[in-house]
């Protein structure tokens, strides 16, 4: 009897042995923050910035530019499909956000855009979703990530409040920054590569006196390069601004045909997916003021 006792506690002792391997063994799942492209990226890295247990993946690779005509690819899928939350820019920057919601019903997708500070401008009868340019916008941006975020994951809110409270401050110090530079300059007028910049323009009281191509990777037609090089010839100043993922082919042909200087505006829609990222958008911008200021003094 003393025997099969003995036996016996060795048997509940190994169970037990694995039970206790087996919970210590299972790591909590990490609660994971997708992202549609770089702009929204950043924010959400400085969010979330240093908190245990919550994975950033941003879904397009930092180098694809703006979304406007994005395909979601198998792989993007497979992406989403880990998603306990998509964070997105909104307002008709991700064409493709129908098709992402049906892959994954039960993620939550936050719309950065959809922020009662954040008025919407319009090309034509199509919002032009680029607010992100604007700083004061940024910042409405992060608020609106925030809330959200502290919405679906609750017990990382007061690291999230305090995160986003330290990034505004720094934008908040970017935007004076930016308004002491860039407020009085002599002159306002410029012409843009496409329908990036309206957010930016407003914000600093520049005027958009033409755009090369409305839409990006679409030529010109010969009428409306005519008409953009009128109007630059027509300009005090004769700047124009290319952006650094595209072409500058059709800005080159303009520039032969006035004499106009061409800078680079970046918008902060392509860079590293790195700790670099913390401090993109805040160095890219800043360096969107110094040329600003070199081309329109």
Known sequence: MKKLMGILSVVFLCLAMVGCGSQAGQSKKEFTIVTSFYPMYIDVLNITKGVDGVKVVNMTKPQTGCLHDYQLTTEDMKTLESADVFVVNGAGMESFLDKAAKQNPKMK??????????????????????????????????????????????????????????YCMKLEALKKEMHENLDDLPHKDIVTFHEAFPYLAKEFKLNIASVIEREPGTEPTPQELEDTIKQVNGLSTKVLFMEPQYSPAAAETIARETGAKIYQLDPVVTGEADESALDAYISTMKKNMEVLKEALK
């Open 109 to 166: 997708t936050i719309e950065a855009s959809n922020y009662k500070d954040i008025e919407l401008l319009k090309d034509g009868d199509e919002e032009n979703p680029h607010v992100w340019l604007s700083v004061t916008y940024a910042i409405a941006q992060v608020k609106a990530i925030t809330a959200g975020l502290c919405e679906a994951d609750p017990a990382h809110k007061d690291a999230y409040r305090q995160n986003a409270l330290d």
